[in-house]
């Protein structure tokens, strides 16, 4: 059993800066890439940004100059800065991993609960 933990997110100015955490715990052998997502009421879930095993990133264009992932493979954890939040980064904010759980299984695809932030005035 895997799980990912979320922390961090809430109500903040636009401007202002937020840090969301993520852990993963249980049964993990190797993790492919850890990343959050973002699903806005009434919109479809979308990627915000994504870090592999081997640090490469990517994100959306969005939050590129806004944003910056970074991950820490020996906890299995994740991180998203982000800086100069605006209005339209409001959402609720969901951690992914992409992992195996032993050397035998195949890669799954695992979620938060998810964490909602706003942006607002």
């Known amino acids: 059993q895997v799980q990912l933990v979320e922390s961090g997110g809430g109500l903040v100015q636009p401007g202002g800066s937020l840090r969301l955490s993520c852990a993963a715990s249980g049964s993990i052998f190797h993790v492919y890439t850890m990343g959050w997502y973002r699903q806005a009421p009434g919109k479809q879930r979308e990627l915000v940004a994504v870090?592999?095993?081997?640090?490469?990133?990517n994100l959306a264009e969005s939050v590129k100059g806004r944003f910056t992932i970074s991950r820490d493979n020996a906890q299995s954890t994740v991180d998203l800065e982000m800086n100069n939040l605006k209005p339209e980064d409001t959402a609720v904010y969901f951690c992914?991993?992409?992992?195996?759980?032993?050397?035998?299984?195949?890669?799954?695809?695992?979620w938060g609960q998810g964490t909602q932030v706003t942006v607002s005035s």
């Open positions: 870090v592999g095993s081997g640090g490469d990133t």
């Open positions: 992914n991993a992409v992992l195996k759980s032993s050397l035998l299984s195949t890669a799954n695809n695992y």
